[in-house]
Each structure stands twice: as structure tokens, then as C-alpha cells.
């Protein structure tokens, strides 16, 4: 996709009427007067078209939700109206995962999809969130070796060892507290939700419906907690553990059980006789799969291959992050095959990936860790997080003891911001999950426990197979029907149901 396709002369109208009607009719909760959005063609990174018809605005929220009449920070929102008007029924807000994704990239990118499916039923919305592209941004000024994926994650030394990690860790946080100041503070999902609320109001919309992926499932929950007069319908796309003891610690450390469950989907692909011709046949048995990653992952750890990228070597951490990566979607698995096949020859020179090859930009960096950090208090640095990493890489190699192990979060100051959330099963049963049995970093098992905390207000669709991010992507024509027909008409299954395939 490469240039922004304009709107027809009539929608174009539409929008413009939409546009007045709602600045003046709306009013936020507060009662004061709801800021205005001025629409326009959206201007977003190279490489990344905007959807036919998208328009994008910004929107002044206060850096301080209780403090609304001081400083006031941007956010960057966007928008595609319905192209069959007279059958839309509301507003769908769609919330994208992380944190650090970019509403406004993720309605470019399913707005197609969306329209396709839902037949006119919505205006869909979204938003970047704080920190996140064309919205308020902080920097913590972390050194470019610190900001590689597998330094920014805290992958223990080959021998398991922390020490680094510590340093590294220490060394980070200082730096967001040094660098970061109030912007960076305000980097909460809290505050996420009270601009979703803000963003509700000036659109004008008494409630929004909304689809949350991943991390923004969380996000859908807290809003619809805080504001259960706000939501019309909900769907919950991959949905972590909820538990506001641990949010996102919890989310890093299931990733350990999510991994060994996703596993062996790309096991049986790379032993397939039919990856024989594609030069992609790993092993002859899917049981065969995994010693050869980890016996490969080993001999990186001792010795790491010189890569395409200049001075950025595989190592057995590089190969351990790039398969976590690849088991999101199965659409990834020959691209993994590839790298292995790769590493094991005589003469490797492996063609890293583009999330190993390069440095995470400090703004992005600096969001990552924010969100987190802020939202839960996490163990401070001690003998514990040892005990924990030589644990888990014991009961799953193929983590190696990285989700459970010490990062900046452990010397994070002030944390957290805000009580967390606890989601209950009071409010409104307007709710509908869609999860894969064997999602490699929103675990089954805790998205049963997301159904748990949700009572009778929700019904879970369960997928048979793996990967993550259902709906219009990962799934399969079950759970999208079951999702769509929910939107659209308000049909819930009586109970959880089960999608096979």
C-alpha cells in the first residue's frame, strides 16, 4: 500500500456534517466543553498506507486527569466512517495491543477487514496512546546497545547467570527517572482509558463499542470497569491474566507456559514432508524439533554466527527472541525454518530478522518499559529473581528464564502511579472473548482466568489451534462469524463455545 485514497464527494460531506454535529453537541463527563477535532489525511510512517477513507485529528487531554485545567498534552486519533451509513448502529473503538502500538497503524491495516465485515455497522475509531506515534512522546536517553530486543528483554547469560541483567537494568531505570519527568509518568493505562473516555466525548457517542487484541484487552477491561455505562459491546482478542497484583509481570511471566504450548505447532510444520521441497524440513518427527532448536540456541550461546548485519552477531538469545517472535502467527514459521536452517549450516551467515537487526528508538524503548513499570509494583532486585530464572529455564528451555527475570521495573521509583484495576464480574454482560488454545503470549490459562474474573458478564469463544490475535487474523471462520454476528446484531452464545481447527 502506498498513497492515502480519498473519500468519495458524498461520504466526504457526511464526515464534514458528522464533524459539526459532533462539536457541538458533545460534552465530557466533566461538563465542560468537549474539544474540537479537526480531521485529515493521515500522514503515517513509510511503508504504512492509510486505509481508503481514513482521516486523523488530535486531541488535547490533560497530562493530569485530576488536575483537568492544568497542563494539557496530544494524542493522535483517527477515524473511518461507515460506508453504508444508513445501516451503522455505533461506534467501534478498536485498541491495539503492546503496550507500544499504534491505534492509528492498526485501523490502517484492519480498516478493509473491518468494513468488509461488519457491513456498515460502525464508524471505527482508535487512538495512538501516550507515548505512542503521533501522540505525546517521553525519552529516557537508554544507550542504542541497551535498546536491541534482546537487551531490552532481560535474557540471562548463556550460563544463566543475571549479573548483567542487573547492571543493565539499574542502569535504565535511572535513566527514565533522570529523563523521563511527568510525561513519562503519565504513561499508564489509566490514563490510557481516561482518553478513551475524553475521545468518546468529542466524538460525541454516548458508548462506544469496542475490540481490544493482546494488551489492549486489558485496556477494554479497565474502561468498561471504570465505565460500565460506556460500553455498548465488547470483544476481547487474546486476553491476558488480569490479576492486580501482577498485570503486566504476570503477562511476561506466562509467556514461559505460552511458548511451550504454541511449540509444537511449528514443530509439526517444520517436520512436514511437505517441507521438503521448500528446503524447509527441519526434522523428520515433530519430537525431533525442539533438541535441534535448543542444541542449535546452545551452540550460539558458545558461538555466536556472524550475521548480514554488521557487528550484530546470532547469538542463542537472538535465536530464542526470533522464535518468540515467529510464533505469534503461523504465517511466520517458514521465516523461523529459514533462520535455523541458516545457523545450522557449516558456513552460516544468518539473514537476521528486522526486529534483531536494528536498535528499538528510545521514544518507543522508553514507552515500552513506562507502561509496565508504572501500572504494578514489581519485586525489588534480590536473590529471588535468581531462584526464579534458574526455575523456569529448567521447566522451559525455550524461554531460558527471560520472563521471569530481573528488569528496569525492579528499580523503577514510585511505582505504581495508581492502585490497579481489579476487574470483577460486576457490570454489564456485554462481553465476548475470542482466544486460541495455544496463544504464545496471552496463555490459555490466563485468559481462563480473565474468564474467571468476568463472571456472566462475558461468553469465550475458544479456537482450537495457535497463535495470537484472533479476529480478522490469526483465527479461523468460526470464531470470526461468532465475532462479527456479535457486533452486529448483539448475538452471544447462551455459553462458552469451542472452534475447532
Known sequence: MTNWTRKTVLLALCATALATSVTAAARPASGTAAPRLDWHACDLPPGTAPAAGQECATLAVPLD??????????????????????????????????????????????????????????????????????????RCGIPAADRRLVTLRSWPAPD??????????????ESCARNGGAVLRSFTTRNETRDIDRFRAALGERKLSIWGTSYGTYVG?????????????????????????????????????????????????ASDPAREAEGLRLASRAQDVEPLFLALADRLDRAPLTSDVPGVPLTGNGLRQALQNALYADAAFPAMARLIEQASAPE???????????????????????????????????????????ADRAAYPLTAGMPVNIGPCAYWKDAPTERPVRITADGPSDILMVQSLRDPATPYSG??????????????????????GMYLGNGNDCGDRAVTRFLVTGHRPARDIHCTG
Open 348 to 390: 552460516g551467515r544468518p539473514v537476521l530478522p528486522p526486529d534483531l537487526a536494528g536498535t528499538i528508538p528510545d521514544e518507543d524503548a522508553s514507552l515500552m518499559l513506562a507502561t509496565i513499570c508504572n501500572d504494578v509494583r514489581w519485586p525489588g532486585p534480590g536473590p529471588g529473581y535468581a531462584e526464579r530464572v534458574a
Open 221 to 269: 477491561t479497565v474502561y468498561a470497569q471504570t465505565e460500565p455505562g460506556r460500553v455498548d459491546r465488547m470483544v476481547l482478542d487474546s486476553s491476558g491474566d488480569p490479576d492486580p497484583t501482577r498485570v503486566a509481570r504476570g503477562w511476561l511471566e506466562n509467556m514461559s507456559r505460552g511458548a511451550a504450548d504454541r511449540f509444537p505447532d511449528f514443530a509439526a510444520w
Open 65 to 138: 486527569h485530576l488536575d483537568p485545567d492544568g497542563r494539557s498534552v496530544q494524542v493522535s486519533v483517527t477515524r473511518l466512517l461507515s460506508d453504508r451509513p444508513e445501516k451503522r448502529r455505533g461506534t467501534l473503538l478498536v485498541v491495539p495491543g503492546g503496550p507500544g502500538s499504534s491505534g492509528v497503524q492498526r485501523l490502517a491495516q484492519k480498516g478493509a477487514a473491518l468494513r468488509a465485515a461488519l457491513d456498515g455497522a460502525y464508524y471505527l475509531v482508535s487512538l495512538d496512546p501516550r507515548g505512542v506515534g503521533g501522540s505525546v512522546r517521553a
Open 160 to 173: 544463566g547467570g543475571i549479573s548483567e541483567n542487573e547492571t543493565r537494568s539499574r542502569r535504565t531505570a
Open 447 to 468: 485468559a481462563l482466568r480473565m474468564r474467571s474474573a468476568l463472571g456472566d458478564r462475558a461468553r469465550m469463544v475458544t479456537l482450537g489451534r495457535g497463535g495470537h
